[in-house]
């Protein structure tokens, strides 16, 4: 069998607010039961004997909420049993919001050498609106607080395409980005999620969102001025300086596997993509903590390996492919590379096939090109 996966992403479901666009697996902390949550975490984490990592990732909701004794019994329990020699990236988010000198403190203490930060915009009024509950001032102080407690890789998400946005606003956030001199951002264009408070206003036509075309000269612009300053766009959504490209997320484009822990985490083990429970009791509940498994088949795989290798810049290596999957791209693929190459989607290169900027631009219409008939495996 193959050899153990070296990430893991572990989840915290709960956040003290909950923003109007979010629909990623999270809870209202208050009334909680956030310590049996973690108890019932750290077992699941153990069940599965990790001793060698070279990424952890403790997403959510909000990590940062807990209180500081429990983050510091859920960092110390995740790294107990590993040689931290094999350890590159252990990264924590948090928000702005709630960053208490506590909490830094535990941090500083642990073996976490990365933090992403969930800012959204610079803009006081459009956080108000997109349901935040930091301000621009908040976000400084806590680059501060953690730059003095030695952190120096720090990430910050940034959402554009926000209601009501203009492409004025676009520029002063991603100019606010660049003067805070940081190593690391990732620009998401905002999506509408259903169950969201955006969704609902949506429906009932409360919304204004710029348009595909504005949303694609914000884009640009991102590409261009992140490129100017020495940012690498290594992915959709993700810009690095050299070297602090995320070894975590590289994991999931490479379609390599990891393992996924806590309600809602998904994770890739043994040739099975799984969920598990996403609602608190439920996961508490259960004794098995996956709530759906897929073996993948190679059809899948073959076309996973293609949706996740192009959201990388440096796209999909034809000869890792093919002794992966045992057959010729070029038989397989080679039809439909050479039309996207003459939209513009791709690059002419016959070794690492990759996107261009208008690629990145356009990403469903490329990924589709690569969708295989149900016969063909
Ligand atoms: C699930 S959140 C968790 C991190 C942390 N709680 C926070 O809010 O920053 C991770 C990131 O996903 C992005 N995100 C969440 N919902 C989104 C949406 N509907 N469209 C675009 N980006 C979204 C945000 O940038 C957010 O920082
Ligand atoms: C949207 S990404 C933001 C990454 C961040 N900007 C960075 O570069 O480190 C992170 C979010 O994706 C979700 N996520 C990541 N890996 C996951 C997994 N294995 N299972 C479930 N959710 C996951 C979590 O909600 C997490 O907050
Ligand atoms: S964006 Fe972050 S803080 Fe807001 S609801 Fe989602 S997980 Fe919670």
Redesign the pocket.
């Known amino acids: 069998m193959s050899e153990k996966p070296l990430a893991a992403y572990v989840h915290i479901p709960f956040?003290?607010?909950?923003?109007y666009?979010?629909d990623?697996a999270?809870v209202l902390m208050e009334g909680q039961p956030v310590d049996d949550y973690i108890d019932a975490l750290i077992a699941e984490y153990q069940a599965y004997d990790i001793k060698e990592l070279k990424t952890l990732y403790i997403g959510?909701?909000?990590p940062t909420v807990l209180s500081a004794q429990q983050l510091d019994k859920l960092l110390s329990k995740l790294t107990e049993h590993l040689n931290l020699e094999v350890l590159e990236e252990f990264t924590v988010e948090a928000?702005p919001g709630d960053l208490s000198e506590e909490i830094i403190e535990v941090l500083a203490q642990s073996k976490v050498n990365r933090i992403s930060l969930?800012v959204?915009t610079f803009d006081n009024k459009l956080l108000k609106k997109i349901?935040?509950t930091h301000t621009e001032a908040q976000v400084y102080e806590s680059i501060k607080k953690l730059r003095n407690a030695g952190f120096e890789n720090i990430t910050i998400d940034l959402i554009y395409a926000l209601p009501n946005q203009t492409m004025d606003m676009v520029k002063t956030d991603v100019e606010k980005f660049l003067a805070l001199n940081l190593p690391h951002v990732a620009l998401y264009s905002l999506i509408l999620e259903d169950h969201t408070v955006f969704m609902n206003r949506q429906r009932r036509g409360l919304l204004r969102l710029p348009n595909e075309d504005k949303n694609a000269d914000m884009y640009e612009y991102i590409m261009d001025i992140l490129a100017q300053n020495g940012y690498n766009h290594y992915e959709v959504s993700n810009f690095g300086k050299s070297g602090f490209e995320s070894q975590h997320n590289l994991t999931y484009w490479d379609n390599a596997e990891y393992y996924g822990v806590g309600a809602g985490a998904s994770g890739y083990l043994e040739g099975i993509r799984y969920k598990n429970h996403g609602p608190v009791h439920h996961y508490l509940e259960a004794t098995n903590k996956r709530v759906s498994e897929e073996v993948l088949s190679k059809k899948s795989k073959i076309e996973e390996e293609m949706f996740l290798g192009l959201r990388k810049k440096t796209g999909v290596s034809v000869t890792k492919f093919e002794s992966k999957f045992s057959l010729s791209f070029e038989e397989l693929y080679g039809k439909q590379v050479q039309t996207l190459i003459n939209q513009g989607l791709l690059y002419d290169d016959h070794e690492q096939i990759r996107m261009t900027d208008k690629g990145f631009e356009l990403g469903n219409n490329v990924f589709e090109a690569f969708l295989l008939e149900s016969g063909e495996f």
């Open positions: 956040c003290s607010h909950i923003c666009y979010c990623f999270k959510g909701g909000t928000n969930g959204q349901g935040r």
